[in-house]
């Protein structure tokens, strides 16, 4: 079975700070893909990055940066020096190779005041 | 560049009535396609995939059907509308060696009534 749980389903951070917003999954597939999506207010999802289970190395773009902790089956987003515009719900998504299916967690708020 | 169009971006209809929503993907051959479904303030759930023209895959039963006509063109419908269906549906595009790294549409908004 696969699932991907957020627990966090608000966050919030001043104007400048570091964002860490964390993510645990469960597969039993060897290969996977662990991916990070952003919701707009107005509903759009945007790809943020992605985690390969393959890759030890943490993936950066950006802002944007991943704490991968394959042996606890967690990964967090890191967004450096968070923006008001940063604002919106956090989405991780599990895919694994075998099949063409994609689990999302719940989604976790945030808020990023100036 | 790639893009792609959902239509139409809201839809209020009454329980019992049809419903056919779409999605177009332009400047890509070949995609995979998804239907996802979203609950106000909850998780996306996947409903539908496709690889190839005329192939799709249900994920969940509920009570939809989808179809792939065109190689760029995704169809969601039902000939009959329940509450349970009110929420955001998204389309979504992904290259075919890269499951997981989705491109989303703008979304349609359903509300049953």
């Known amino acids: 079975a696969q699932r991907v749980t957020q627990v966090q389903p608000t966050g919030s951070s001043q104007w400048g700070e570091e964002v860490t917003l964390d993510c645990s999954y469960e597969t039993s597939e060897y290969f996977y893909r662990i991916f990070w999506y952003r919701q707009l207010f107005s509903g759009e999802m945007v790809f943020l990055i992605y985690?390969?289970?393959?890759?030890?190395q943490n993936q950066r773009s950006g802002r944007y940066s991943v704490v991968f902790q394959k042996s606890f089956k967690s990964i967090s987003l890191v967004i450096s020096a968070s923006q008001p515009e940063d604002s919106g719900t956090y989405f991780c998504?599990?895919?694994?190779?075998?099949?063409?299916?994609?689990?999302f967690g719940d989604g976790t708020q945030l808020v990023v005041k100036p | 560049a790639q893009t792609i169009h959902q239509w139409p971006v809201a839809e209020i209809k009454a329980v019992g009535s049809p419903l056919s929503l779409g999605c177009t993907i332009k400047?890509?051959?070949?995609?995979?396609l998804y239907w996802y479904w979203q609950a106000t303030g909850g998780t996306l759930q996947q409903l539908f995939y496709s690889i190839t023209v005329g192939q799709v895959e249900s994920v969940v039963q509920l009570n939809l059907s989808a179809s792939r006509p065109k190689d760029d063109q995704f169809i969601l419908s039902t000939e009959k509308l329940l509450l349970s269906h009110s929420g955001f549906y998204l389309c979504?595009?992904?290259?075919?060696?890269?499951?997981?790294?989705?491109?989303f549409g703008e979304g349609s908004k359903l509300t049953v009534l």
């Open positions: 998504a599990l895919s694994a190779n075998s099949n063409n299916r994609i689990f």
């Open positions: 985690q390969p289970s393959f890759d030890t």
């Open positions: 400047g890509k051959s070949s995609p995979n």
């Open positions: 979504a595009w992904s290259l075919r060696g890269n499951t997981g790294q989705l491109y």
